[in-house]
């Protein structure tokens, strides 16, 4: 007798009630509809990637390594920026603001000629080994170079410690994604397996050194996997909740940004949200295609050597008016969470942020982009904010900053319940800005989408050669294949 049939209200396609669950349930009979046990579209079977006991055993073996390589990374940035700028507690930017302007170009002259010649030593000899994260996972069959990757990642910490723009949490999400190509390899699990184990890894490590497990499962599953379902959410949760956990043996447990108020939710905060939305969905486009542009413009050859060196000079003369602009940004945006930047200041830092990371990154230097893009979006919803408050005079500045933060990384990850679960866990807050903050993370990540689609990690990778083991999913009706635009 043919399976009864029904429509499936995400896709509009027929399916059979009766579907079998893999894995099969211990309990074996029905319910007394006789409904087939996983009528809840994210309950459905394991897929290609079977969650089999080996691959929860490398899940756990992943988070593990994800979370010890987090440590060992913030170990090396940490012990880089006490040398160079001779500090021992504290913030980074009180440690480069209390130096003399020659020790700042003195340290970014340092890191400009490390980076150059280390980076221009390993791309020659690592060449055609792969090491980045992403790109294994949506085009590749889950294989990273150790080698490569451990190089790109020390470097990265050491040069980012030093002052270069760009982001700290490259290096651990490449490493925890190592983790878990290395043990996929080791045990002989499938590609597709590898694929969900690289993802699960590079969350974790996300997770682990901002101490964000739940942003971390969700940056795995939205923006790594692109499916919030149990089969990816559960694995993710688990990496990320282990990796966390184990980086406490060095890692504070405090929130990243602490001290952050528990802002209240006013009327002047949500109509902000709906107005300020499209604003930042349209910045966000303008420097997801600067950090395109010089992603696929990096020097090449001799001028790799130098090249390196000149732009964290230009980054150093800037900086001894601005040393806010020195490291990831975390004081920028700390800063502007706390309501202490003045309007002024606001403005410059969010002019100058994206445009020296992109002169970093330009380079040919390697790191990361998502606290740049934070502590950009902070300046500019604290800008707007500002404004706004002459306008309608009840919000502080600190709590349009927090919404402006999560808005501006919702659109530039294209992920916008990643961002918005990764701010409330950076700053041990945003609860009750939760509707304004939802609205504006929305809005941005709708005009981006709609205006551009691409996003701080896809517009850095090459295109995309699948191998065959990594073949791209089949276009659902009315979508246009992706070998035939541009575009998408």
């Known amino acids: 007798m043919p399976s009864r049939r029904t429509v499936d209200a995400c896709r509009g396609v027929q399916r059979p009630t009766d579907r079998v669950r893999v894995p099969v349930p211990v309990i074996r009979w029905r319910i007394a509809s006789g409904r087939g046990a996983t009528e809840q579209p994210n309950a459905i079977g394991d897929g290609p990637a079977a969650l089999t006991p080996l691959l929860w055993v490398m899940v756990v073996l992943t988070g593990v390594g994800a979370g010890l390589f987090g440590v060992v990374m913030m170990l090396i940035l940490f012990t880089v920026e006490h040398l160079a700028y001779s500090y021992h507690s504290g913030s980074f930017e009180a440690g480069v603001e209390h130096v003399s302007a020659s020790r700042r170009v003195l340290a970014l002259a340092m890191a400009g000629v490390i980076a150059g010649v280390g980076w221009y030593l390993l791309r020659r000899y690592t060449r055609g080994q792969k090491s980045d994260a992403d790109e294994a996972v949506w085009c590749g069959d889950g294989t990273l170079s150790f080698p490569r990757s451990i190089g790109t990642s020390v470097l990265s910490e050491i040069v980012v410690g030093l002052g270069a723009s760009l982001g700290r949490e490259a290096a651990p999400k490449l490493m925890g994604a190592v983790s878990g190509s290395l043990l996929g390899r080791w045990t002989r699990l499938s590609p597709d397996q590898r694929r969900l184990l690289v993802a699960c890894g590079a969350g974790a490590g996300l997770a682990a050194v901002y101490n964000v497990p739940l942003g971390g499962a969700l940056f795995t599953a939205e923006v790594l996997c692109a499916r919030i379902t149990l089969p ?177 990384l919702g659109a530039a990850m294209q992920a916008p319940l990643a961002a918005l679960a990764l701010v409330v866990e950076l700053t041990g807050s945003g609860f009750q800005l939760m509707l304004p903050m939802m609205a504006a993370t929305l809005i941005a990540t709708a005009v981006t989408r709609h205006l551009d689609g691409y996003s701080i990690y896809s517009a850095r990778l090459p295109a995309c050669k699948p191998t065959q083991d990594a073949k791209p999913p089949a276009p659902t009706p009315g979508q246009i294949p992706t070998q035939t635009s541009h575009r998408s």
């Open 232 to 408: 990816v959410v559960l694995p993710a949760l688990a990496c990320s909740w282990i990796a966390t956990l184990t980086a406490r043996i060095y890692l504070p447990a405090q929130a990243t940004y602490s001290g952050t108020p528990a802002y209240p939710f006013t009327s002047a905060e949500l109509i902000w949200a709906l107005l300020a939305g499209p604003v930042i969905g349209l910045i966000t486009v303008g420097f997801i295609r600067l950090i395109a542009w010089v992603s696929h413009r990096r020097p090449t050859g001799w001028p790799a050597l130098v090249a390196p060196l000149v732009a964290l000079a230009i980054l150093g003369a800037i900086g001894l008016r601005y040393p806010q602009l020195f490291g990831n940004g975390k004081g920028i945006a700390q800063d502007a969470f706390l309501g202490q930047t003045g309007l002024l200041l606001l403005l410059a830092l969010f002019l100058l942020k994206p445009l020296v990371t992109a002169l970093c990154l330009g380079s040919g230097a390697s790191g990361g982009l998502f606290t740049p893009t934070l502590s950009t979006g902070a300046a500019l919803g604290g800008l707007l904010g500002s404004v706004w408050s002459l306008i309608w005079p009840t919000a502080p500045t600190g709590a349009y900053a927090v919404m402006g933060a999560a808005a501006m």
